[in-house]
């Protein structure tokens, strides 16, 4: 093989006998500490894959000669944790609810236990604080779709909304334009009649009358009469002037003409009984509780 390597005056070293456009490539090494460290890391990398968990089989993994992992590890010490709570989650899954609230240790638990259990949870809809968004109820004032007792709330929790849980609440906001029930210009009488419920300006020349008419005929078997709404259905109180998805009329034309059917998921079988009775507690303490 022949050397084509030369010595460049200008640098003072040896070329590698590479040369483009001109420009010769000189030959300068690595430094040799970079080099041992290089070799060290694949070292360390080989060990690493013998003594950790590393490789993936076809259906788990190499368990390595420790048989670490930090999975493993924080599995222990939630179970350690669990088993520290355990006697006093035992008295709060034993207590009854009314009972939770008239017990100073229990309830702090209870509220300690909710707050934690609702921000990993809840707090991705209804906000970190229980404020709600469009869509969303706020949990913090006294307006309740199904209920704002103890037991309501926790039943709430428990089945869900429109969950498919057996015991799910059920009913929803028909779609009256989407299923032909009424016309584009009924919807926007009796989009402004429901507005005049809760004193909310309406359209100006619209029929007072037949919007009335309108809202007896379709609406009045949900929200009662004069729309103060049915906790049974979950059909909201019309005239309080807490809107879920917005009073302007744009948005009431919406609803009546697509409906409403949020889902409130069922938390029965995520999550044990006591965790479920320390939400309901923390819920109901938010301030809107009956």
Same mark, same amino acid.
């Given at each position: 093989?022949?050397?084509?390597?030369?010595?460049?005056?200008?640098?003072?070293?040896?070329?590698?006998?590479?040369?483009?456009?001109?420009?010769?490539?000189?030959?300068?090494?690595?430094?040799?500490? *970079?080099? $041992?460290?290089?070799?060290?890391? $694949?070292?360390?990398?080989?060990?690493?894959?013998?003594?950790?968990?590393?490789?993936?089989?076809?259906?788990?993994?190499?368990?390595?000669?420790?048989?670490?992992?930090?999975?493993?590890?924080?599995?222990?010490?939630? /179970?350690?944790? !669990?088993?520290?709570?355990?006697?006093?989650?035992?008295?709060?899954?034993?207590?009854?609810?009314?009972?939770?609230?008239?017990?100073?240790?229990?309830?702090?638990?209870?509220?300690?236990?909710?707050?934690?259990?609702?921000?990993?949870?809840?707090?991705?809809?209804?906000?970190?604080?229980?404020?709600? /968004?469009?869509?969303?109820?706020?949990?913090?004032?006294?307006?309740?779709?199904?209920?704002?007792?103890?037991?309501?709330?926790?039943?709430?929790?428990?089945?869900?909304?429109?969950?498919?849980?057996?015991?799910?609440?059920?009913?929803?906001?028909?779609?009256?334009?989407?299923?032909?029930?009424?016309?584009?210009?009924? $919807?926007?009488?009796? /989009?402004?009649?429901?507005?005049?419920?809760?004193?909310?300006?309406?359209?100006?020349?619209?029929?007072?009358?037949?919007?009335?008419?309108?809202?007896? !005929?379709?609406?009045? /078997?949900?929200?009662?009469?004069?729309?103060?709404?049915?906790?049974?259905?979950?059909?909201?109180?019309?005239?309080?002037?807490? *809107?879920?998805?917005?009073?302007?009329?744009?948005?009431?034309?919406?609803?009546?003409?697509?409906?409403?059917?949020?889902?409130?998921?069922? *938390?029965?079988?995520?999550?044990?009984?006591?965790?479920?009775?320390?939400?309901?507690?923390?819920?109901?303490?938010?301030?809107?509780?009956?």
């Amino acid at each position: 093989m022949t050397d084509h390597s030369e010595f460049d005056s200008v640098s003072g070293k040896t070329t590698t006998g590479h040369e483009w456009d001109g420009i010769k490539e000189l030959n300068t090494p690595l430094p040799r500490w *970079w080099v $041992i460290s290089f070799y060290l890391t $694949i070292i360390w990398s080989i060990g690493y894959w013998i003594v950790y968990p590393a490789w993936p089989l076809i259906s788990s993994n190499t368990t390595g000669l420790l048989g670490y992992s930090t999975r493993a590890s924080l599995a222990v010490e939630l /179970a350690n944790l !669990e088993a520290l709570r355990g006697e006093k989650m035992a008295a709060l899954a034993a207590a009854p609810l009314a009972d939770i609230e008239k017990d100073p240790a229990l309830l702090a638990l209870a509220r300690a236990k909710g707050k934690t259990v609702f921000g990993d949870n809840c707090a991705p809809c209804h906000g970190s604080g229980g404020a709600g /968004a469009k869509g969303f109820p706020n949990l913090n004032d006294d307006d309740w779709l199904w209920g704002g007792t103890l037991d309501q709330i926790m039943q709430t929790i428990q089945f869900g909304v429109r969950s498919g849980h057996a015991k799910t609440h059920e009913g929803q906001m028909l779609a009256f334009g989407k299923d032909g029930v009424l016309k584009g210009d009924e $919807i926007v009488t009796v /989009a402004n009649y429901v507005r005049s419920l809760s004193g909310l300006p309406t359209r100006a020349g619209y029929d007072k009358a037949k919007g009335e008419k309108i809202f007896v !005929e379709n609406c009045v /078997a949900c929200h009662g009469d004069g729309g103060k709404g049915n906790l049974e259905m979950g059909a909201p109180d019309l005239t309080d002037k807490i *809107w879920l998805y917005g009073s302007d009329e744009a948005a009431l034309i919406e609803t009546i003409s697509q409906g409403r059917a949020g889902v409130m998921p069922a *938390w029965e079988g995520r999550l044990d009984p006591a965790t479920i009775k320390a939400m309901a507690v923390y819920v109901h303490s938010l301030g809107g509780g009956k």
